[in-house]
């Protein structure tokens, strides 16, 4: 079959499709006959179908039944955790250590930012050829470092 005759039995196919849509309509219009499957009219309400097709009814005793129960036991068992000795308790027993370290890490992370500077800038001094005039800019850095210790320590 070629794409042609494809075509041509597609467009036969829809245009069909459209005449019986349009006969359908007008038909549909004449003699309406609305189907409830799923709403009762009388009582107004949304039907429920059970396992074996019958038709239940939804009702408000049906959707309440079990909720009192269920919130009762919800309510012991939250009780029961608030009594808990292990929620009594700090979940971080080591929180006050943790506060005194932070000066001495302060101090050191500062040390450490000043280590890797002077490390960068020995390698790029290195790779410029410059190694000499490095040495002698580290020993001096190093002298304004251990002065600056000295002041901080006797403060």
């Known amino acids: 079959m070629s794409l042609q005759e494809a075509l041509e039995a597609r467009k036969a196919r829809l245009l069909a499709l459209r005449k019986r849509k349009e006969e359908g309509a007008t038909d549909d219009n004449r003699g309406a006959v609305l189907l ?16 074996n097709g019958a038709i239940t009814e939804d009702t408000l005793e049906e959707d309440v039944d079990g909720m009192a129960e269920k919130i009762i036991a919800e309510d012991e068992q ?16 080591n929180w006050d250590l943790k506060r005194e370290m932070d000066k001495k890490l302060a101090k050191l992370e ?6 890797i500077h002077t490390l ?17 800019a580290m020993n001096a850095q190093e002298r304004a470092q251990e002065e600056d210790d000295d002041e901080g320590d006797s403060d």
Do not use: C, W, Y
């Open 120 to 136: 960068i800038r020995q390698r790029l001094a290195a790779q410029k050829g410059q190694s000499e005039d490095i040495m002698g």
């Open 110 to 115: 500062r040390k450490t930012q000043e280590a």
């Open 36 to 51: 409830n499957r799923n709403f009762d009219p009388e009582t107004r309400t949304l039907r429920k179908h059970g396992l």
């Open 78 to 93: 939250q009780r029961a955790e608030e009594l808990n000795v292990f929620n009594i308790a700090p979940k971080r027993p």
